[in-house]
């Protein structure tokens, strides 16, 4: 399997990528006070194992046409793929002051019209699944051997349109596709397991024709095998990926928090959740 | 206090007469083809375009959502079957995943009936698709008052709904000899686009014409000094027949036809209006609210063309169940009803 991240000689651990990627979204929430921070400290790990370990793609050159495709359906999780954008060297760092400002390329919810790496216009959830299932049958009509992973939430798994995209995607046995969920049981009116989503989610996945995992969604050991096995499994059918996740992950006053949807953090509680998280830089 | 459902609807469950055998007219179904009307007419020209232009653009492939046969697409799945995508009931994916190939360099021609594009999947092409521009190709057949099915099959109001929708060109093309020019030009143009069906065995109506589909333009069809109808779709046919039979009563009809909803040709139809001396009258087979006739009216009033003005559209209702031929007549499109019509406001 071709990885251009681990073929480029990084000495750059996965923890020290996520670790980036929390404290780039940590300082894009500081500028507008408030946003879906807890959603970006959660997802981390997920993007980390994403772009610095399973995915293929040129920072220089976002439309490669040989590169991974990563379809973000939830929008407003845009901070957290800045952050990775920021740390993969697809975005500059410097644009961190403008995140949500007028006329800036980073704009809250994620529009692929924006920002250089934002595959699609995500936002109205239930779409992106969709999308990814017309990409993958595209990639194979041109024999493409990329893969199309989409990010979406527990909370979009309440839309009908993403069980009618999991149906077609064991149909057109879309091997190609990658379906990452994140699981962090929280939707805007609270928690999803009230909802609609269940505790039963990779089987239930699993009972449709996918193949389906379910893992800690901030452990990074746990990450990595589970992308390597969603990338080399031999049966032509879908992957999915079921990611437990925190949300607020590494930030315990904010983790403490009862609501994380949307979160407003005090002017001076920002330099409080950046120093914590610098204390505990990994090596 | 709850109010029984009974009250709160209209019962159309009231026995009129029953004919006599003879008088019988039968429910026009899903399947049948628009009466030609005494034209000759031209078998699925949309899927035999389509199959045509695909022999030259590889980046072409056909998606629908368990209606390929009713759409005319099953003769280019028949063709070209590596190039079909059946998307199965599922109107939402149908669109997305529309998009998905979009993306990745192809021109998708998506098919479904009008109501499902316009009502159930309207979120997914306005984000997927228009949002991003996209070049997917949706359409649609049973568009208007095209069926006797009922309301559930019945699309009077989906230009209007597409119309709001920024990016999209919006198309009501006339007959077999448009649908077929319509579906080459879309394809050649590079974003999203609404284009209503006819299929089956469709009446060749502008060929004695010698008309050419332009993809923004209204073209008149038939000069005429005392009426000048604006229409669109099957309703342009109907103007052409309601003119020949006014002309035998000394009124003298010009027929604008006006295929491209959006961007509407408000240069041509302006100017034309503006030549004063006409009442101008617009035909569609679409809801009085929100297609071609409020279209006009306001390219007309925005730029302060004020002349007399009538509309000839469906009702602002759910429509009744029936056959075609009861229905177009009880709704006032048919050739006698759009000659009478006139009449009447010419009188008034």
């Known amino acids: ?283 | 206090m709850i109010i029984p459902p009974s009250s709160r609807r209209k019962s159309k469950y009231t026995l009129r007469s029953v004919p006599e055998a003879g008088d019988r007219v039968a429910t026009s179904a899903m399947i049948a083809s628009l009466d030609a009307e005494g034209r000759d007419t031209i078998a699925a020209p949309f899927g035999h375009a389509l199959v045509d232009l695909a022999k030259t653009r590889e980046d072409i492939v056909g998606l629908s959502a368990d209606l390929s046969k009713y759409t005319d697409l099953h003769i280019f799945a028949e063709a070209h079957p590596d190039r079909f995508y059946q998307m199965g009931m599922a109107e939402a994916l149908l669109m997305s995943a529309a998009a998905g190939l979009a993306r990745e360099g192809f021109v998708p021609f998506a098919t479904t009936y009008a109501v499902f594009a316009a009502r159930r999947a309207y979120d997914f092409i306005a984000m997927a698709i228009a949002e991003e521009n996209l070049p997917v190709k949706i359409c649609c057949a049973l568009p208007g008052l095209t069926t006797g099915y009922g309301p559930s099959h019945q699309a009077t109001e989906d230009l209007a709904i597409m119309r709001g929708m920024p990016n999209l060109t919006v198309l009501d093309p006339c007959d077999a000899v448009e649908i077929d020019q319509a579906t080459r030009a879309i394809a050649d143009t590079p974003g999203p686009v609404y284009m209503r069906l006819l299929r089956g065995n469709v009446p060749n109506v502008l060929g004695e014409y010698g008309y050419k589909f332009e993809l923004g333009r209204a073209q008149m069809i038939h000069e005429g000094s005392d009426v000048l109808i604006i229409s669109s779709g099957f309703m342009t046919m109907r103007a052409l027949d309601a003119a020949k039979a006014l002309a035998s009563d000394g009124v003298s009809c010009a027929i604008l036809h006006s295929p491209t909803i959006k961007p509407l040709d408000a240069d041509t139809i302006c100017s034309e209006a503006a030549k004063g001396g006409r009442l101008v009258v617009t035909a569609e087979n679409h809801s009085i609210i929100g297609g071609l006739g409020e279209a006009v009216a306001g390219a007309l009033m925005r730029a302060q063309v004020h002349v007399p003005f009538r509309q000839i559209a469906l009702p602002d209702e759910f429509l009744d169940a029936g056959a075609l031929p009861t229905l177009h007549d009880q709704y006032g499109i048919t050739v006698e009803q759009i000659a009478a019509r006139i009449k009447s406001w010419l009188e008034a």
């Open chain 1, 1 to 283: 399997m071709q990885n251009r991240r681990e073929t480029s000689g990084s000495n750059v651990s996965l923890a020290q990528r996520a670790w980036a990627i929390r404290r780039y979204a940590l300082q894009m929430a500081e500028v507008q006070g408030q946003g879906y921070i807890g959603q970006a400290l959660g997802v981390a790990d997920m993007l980390a194992t994403s772009y610095f370990h399973a995915m293929d793609y040129r920072p220089d050159d976002p439309e490669w046409e040989g590169r991974d495709r990563f379809y973000l359906s939830i929008g407003h999780y845009a901070i957290a793929l800045y952050a990775a954008l920021i740390e993969a060297g697809i975005l500059p760092e410097d644009e961190i002051e403008t995140y949500g400002m007028d006329d800036s390329r980073m704009p809250m919810s994620g529009m692929a019209a924006y920002t250089p790496g934002m595959e699609i216009t995500g936002g109205s959830l239930g779409q992106g699944l969709g999308i990814a299932v017309g990409a993958a049958l595209g990639l194979k009509r041109k024999s493409s051997k990329s893969f199309v992973y989409n990010m979406l939430s527990d909370g979009e798994l309440g839309e009908g349109s993403t069980w009618e995209a999991v149906m077609s995607a064991v149909q057109w046995k879309l091997d190609n596709l990658i379906a990452i969920v994140d699981f962090n049981n929280q939707q805007a009116d609270g928690p999803t397991l009230e909802a609609l989503a269940t505790p039963a989610e990779a089987p239930k996945w699993a009972a449709f024709g996918w193949y389906a995992q379910e893992v800690d969604g901030n452990d990074l050991a746990a990450l990595v095998e589970a992308f390597d096995n969603a990338r080399n499994h031999p049966d032509p059918q879908p992957r999915a990926i079921i990611c437990h996740t925190k949300m607020c992950k590494g930030i315990p006053f904010l983790e403490a928090r009862e609501s994380t949807h949307f979160i407003r953090v005090e002017a001076d509680e920002w330099a409080k959740a950046i120093a914590i998280l610098d204390e505990d830089k990994p090596l």
